[in-house]
């Protein structure tokens, strides 16, 4: 980034762009842009002037390209900002299962001879209202990737413009591919790869832009090393190296990984590292022998959902230097998990399903900033948690359950607002967090079991003025109907003088 400062202008100065002093414009927010009426003409694009930011660009061809490129830009960026927050891809996974669902549903209800016409138009209603909803979410993920993809694009061409205008080419669209011509170490290593069995290849750093299909044949290779490389694509032949353990795709410029990667059913240590991934591969959950997957600093927004199912023997995960927003719900079943590292992300909190991770030993949770506010409740229940970092975020309060980590020894909060514990306990250790959190909470639960004391005794006098006020009253109405029998049994034997007394 430092050596492209046209990237670091555009990415940091952009909403904020404005004529040179002197200059008249009417007023232009690339974030929130004024409203449009039909009356009303469309506001003026935001200005950019690389010869007064960069005097050093004189080019006019470049200079407009960039211009062109920046307005670009501003604008993906305006309508990425007004479609709102993206839905996590749990959510959307979850809206692609039930959308299916309801269309198996309705497909029954139409071959149901016996449904009356009511109840069936009642409940194609109420399933069609489902699938509105579901389409909207999945509607709303698909504008986020494509207009994500625009804006990549966009970001992408000043690179190139910047780097053509510096190396003095011509504009960014003149910039020359990455060549396939296939590197001489690599075809001196499949020669030696057919006439001998060959386990380990080491190619990191060799300017190798190009791997052929014919890789996919060394079925006896046991690892891989590829990083340090310029390498885009990898070829869909790699499933090919079924006996595959340990492969390191790191610091090359990846921007997805074949699908067929999971089919090396025996790896064990993935190295995808300093790429340009936006996802890893829903596949790559079958690859259920890994114990060690580093795909950390990349351009990840999330994990895929039923990762946590599959790779149950996961020891290390590095997610760390992403964009993730969210952990999905089934990372609680890495059963295996000892160590986590999620900082400097965009993580707003973790699943409850986190306290599952009873293995766990070292977790990152740094520098996720203003997203990350609180830890839940089962946080308590990482029994074998040691090593804590969870500097630099918004946490007011610690869990009332983090007296219960017992074996933890190290822990940072530095840069939280914390309340809870305050601030003389935290810069006295972690035994003296822990201590307080143990004891708040024991102090809690007797607040609790005292205030329920106290309701029950509440309840206990007029529980038994009900039961006495009962008691007397079925006392007194036994009385009444005693005396009313005693009195009607003995009112024949009254002597007929006295009656007309009365």
């Given amino acids: 980034m430092e050596s492209i400062p046209i990237i670091t202008y555009t990415m940091n100065k952009l909403p904020s762009l404005t004529r040179p002093a002197g200059a008249t414009v009417t007023a232009f927010d690339i974030e929130q842009p004024p409203p449009i009426s039909p009356a009303t003409p469309p506001p003026a694009e935001p200005f950019f002037d690389p010869s007064v930011r960069m005097p050093a ?10 211009r ?16 709102g927050p993206r839905p996590d891809h749990e959510s959307v996974d979850t809206a692609k299962a039930r959308l299916a669902e309801i269309e198996v549903r309705l497909a029954n209800d139409l071959d149901e001879i016996n449904l009356s016409e009511s109840d069936g138009e009642d409940s194609k209603k109420e399933a069609e209202k489902d699938k509105e909803i579901y389409k909207a979410v999945i509607a709303l993920d698909e504008l986020h990737e494509t207009y994500g993809k625009v804006l990549a694009e966009a970001e992408a061409k000043l690179e190139r413009i910047y780097a053509a205008a510096v190396a003095g080419h011509g504009g960014g669209d003149e910039v020359a591919e990455g060549s396939e011509e296939v590197n001489e170490d690599v075809v001196r290593i499949l020669q030696e790869a057919n006439q001998k069995d060959v386990e380990r290849i080491d190619l990191s750093d060799r300017g190798v832009r190009f791997l052929p299909e014919a890789f ?14 310029q390498l885009q694509l990898i070829p869909d032949s790699i499933a090919g190296l079924e006996n595959l353990e340990e492969l390191n795709l790191s610091s090359n410029m990846l921007e997805s990984l074949p699908e067929s990667i999971g089919l090396l059913l025996n790896l064990k240590t993935l190295d995808v590292s300093s790429n340009k991934l936006t996802a890893l591969p829903d596949s790559i959950c079958s690859c259920r022998s890994l114990v060690e997957l580093n795909a950390s600093f990349n351009k990840l927004t999330y994990l895929p959902t039923n990762i946590g199912y599959e790779l149950v023997n996961l020891r290390r995960l590095s997610i760390q230097l992403n964009k993730i927003r969210t952990l999905p719900t089934s990372i609680g079943e890495m059963s295996s998990l000892q160590f986590l590292d999620v900082h400097f992300n965009e ?14 030993e070292s977790i990152n949770l740094s520098s996720n900033f203003s997203d990350l506010k609180e830890l839940p409740e089962t946080f308590g229940d990482l029994i074998n948690l040691q090593d804590l970092d969870i500097s630099n975020n918004q946490i007011h309060a610690l869990p009332n359950t983090f007296g219960q980590l017992k074996n933890l020894r190290t822990l940072n909060l530095e840069e939280n607002p914390i309340v809870i514990p305050p601030k003389e306990i935290v810069n006295s250790g972690v035994e003296a ?7 708040r909470r024991v102090d809690l639960l007797a607040e609790e079991e005292a205030r329920s004391k106290l309701e029950a005794n509440e309840e206990t006098p007029l ?6 006020t009962s008691w007397l009253k079925n006392s007194v109405v036994g009385a009444t109907q005693s005396v009313s029998g005693y009195m009607g049994a003995h ?3 009254r002597d007929p003088a006295v009656n007309q007394q009365y």
């Fill in 347 to 360: 993580l707003q909190g973790l699943p409850h399903s986190v306290g599952k991770l009873t293995n766990l």
């Fill in 57 to 66: 660009l004189t080019d006019p061809n470049i200079i407009s390209e960039m």
């Fill in 491 to 493: 009112e024949s034997n």
């Fill in 433 to 439: 967090v822990k201590a307080y959190m143990a004891q």
């Fill in 463 to 468: 529980g038994w003025l009900t039961r006495s």
């Fill in 216 to 229: 996919g044949k060394i079925r006896t290779l046991v690892a891989l090393n590829l990083s340090v490389n």
């Fill in 68 to 83: 062109s490129t920046v307005a670009d830009v501003s604008q993906t960026r305006s309508i990425l900002k007004q479609l």
